[in-house]
């Protein structure tokens, strides 16, 4: 690899590009990131992202963070440095270079990493998912939630996951509410209702989730953001997932079956938001 990456104020080889030691975000996972969509060159919704970004630096009381301008101009600085017309930009925020020494009591100026990657390989639809207990995976989970660096349950997760060929895990709580995937929301459809798990679970307001809800109605979905408990979830007639690098995926899983039709209507509108350009769009289900 040999892409520019932004270290904290620096462009630096990703051969060569390190952090520090004393980085919090290393030492502590005390991180908040986001991944953005490049499409033909062009940053996908990024005052989305910021603004989920900043509700994370109030939530950890970070300071001297980064403003939406400068967040943008570093982002287009790397699409421009490195030519990435198509792919996954993440923005890491740290909350600095602290010490062992009370590293809680910190503060000073928070660190930003910027890194690429191509979009995630897509399975055949619809793609296998899994679901798993989160007492079995404790994830970090903030109401309202926050991206932070710490994936240490989904990350686990997905390694299971991938063992017994499942593209994503998907969490329920305690009280077996479905909650979200380890990297994506979820979705269902009964009838003309589309549900997703409501915010207050902790589950993350996904910039696709968002969107998402926002054209159900143009597919005759009534949309709630509601509680829907994993033994309920055999009775519904579609299920999909969502996150920027996928958009939205058709799911099924052991003992589920399912046409996916209005869930491929909606592919179609998402395409139109991805590329609104372009009349040929990706998704043909004729
Ligand atoms: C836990 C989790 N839920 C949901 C999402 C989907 O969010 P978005 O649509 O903003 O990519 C992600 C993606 O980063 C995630 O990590």
Redesign the pocket.
């Known amino acids: 690899m040999d892409s520019m990456i932004y270290v904290n104020g620096e462009w630096q080889k990703e051969a060569v590009a390190y952090v520090s030691i004393n980085d919090l975000g290393f030492l502590y996972g005390d991180s908040l990131f986001e ?1 953005i969509r490049s499409i033909n060159g062009r940053l996908f919704k990024p005052q989305i ?1 910021f603004d ?1 970004l900043e509700n994370g630096f109030k939530k950890l009381r970070y300071e001297n963070t980064p403003d939406y301008d400068t967040f943008l101009s570093l982002l287009n600085d790397f699409i421009m440095r490195n030519d990435f017309q198509n792919g996954m930009i993440r923005f890491i925020v740290t909350r600095g270079l602290g010490t062992m020494e009370a590293p809680w009591s910190y503060v000073g100026k928070t660190n930003i990493y910027i890194k690429g990657r191509p979009l995630p390989k897509l399975p055949d639809f619809p793609a296998h998912i899994n679901f798993v207990n989160e007492e079995d995976y404790p994830v970090a989970r903030f109401n309202p939630a926050i ?1 932070s660096g710490n ?1 240490l349950a ?1 990350m686990l997760a997905k390694k299971d996951a991938d063992a017994i060929n499942s593209f994503e895990p998907i969490f329920y709580n305690k009280s077996k509410y479905i909650t ?6 979820i979705f269902f459809i009964r009838g003309n209702m589309l549900f997703t798990p409501a915010l207050s679970l902790g ?7 968002n969107l998402v809800l926002k054209l159900a109605p143009m597919c005759n979905l009534l949309q709630m953001e509601t509680i829907i408990r994993y033994e309920d979830i055999d009775g519904m007639d579609e299920a999909f997932i ?4 996928i958009g939205i995926l058709p799911v099924t899983w052991d003992g589920f079956e399912s046409d996916s039709i209005k869930t491929y209507e909606l592919m179609k509108l998402l395409d139109k938001e991805f590329y609104p350009t372009e009349e040929a769009i990706r998704f043909d289900n004729s």
Request: net charge positive.
């Open positions: 991944t992202h989920r991206k994936y989904n979200e995937g380890a990297l994506r929301n589950v993350l307001p996904g910039v696709i989730r969502t996150s920027t690098g």
